[in-house]
């Protein structure tokens, strides 16, 4: 039906850079907003990023300034660029995907989530 995939997490050293991205495809008419959330173990998951279709951003405050969201609308793809990576970012990051399979039928996906380890 739909398919997210994620890339680009992994192991970095604190004050170190990394680049997710998701991709998504299959039976979708039209994709609303695409954003990212994290879940560090024993924690809720939370909003990290979300970016709308028109480019409306929102970044949760403890990432301001380090981490950014952007989507390339022609691939349905959703990047976040995390600079100045710290301990307390380490978490299973996850895509999220809110979209209309047909017109007025608003659905919401979830990635498998790709792991990010920020330690030295």
């Known amino acids: 039906q739909v398919q997210l995939v994620e890339s680009g997490g992994g192991l970095v050293q604190p004050g170190g850079s990394l680049r997710l991205s998701c991709a998504a495809s299959g039976r979708i008419f039209s994709i609303n907003t695409m954003g990212w959330y994290r879940q560090a173990p024993g924690k809720e998951r939370e909003l990290v990023a979300t970016?709308?279709?028109?480019?409306?951003?929102n970044l949760a405050d403890s990432v301001k300034g380090r981490f950014t969201i952007s989507r390339d609308n022609a691939k349905n793809t959703v990047y976040l660029q995390m600079n100045s990576l710290r301990p307390e970012d380490t978490a299973v990051y996850y895509c999220r995907l809110q979209f209309f399979r047909v017109p007025g039928s608003l659905s919401y996906y979830w990635g498998q989530g790709t792991q990010v380890t920020v330690s030295s």
């Open positions: 970016i709308t279709s028109g480019g409306s951003i």
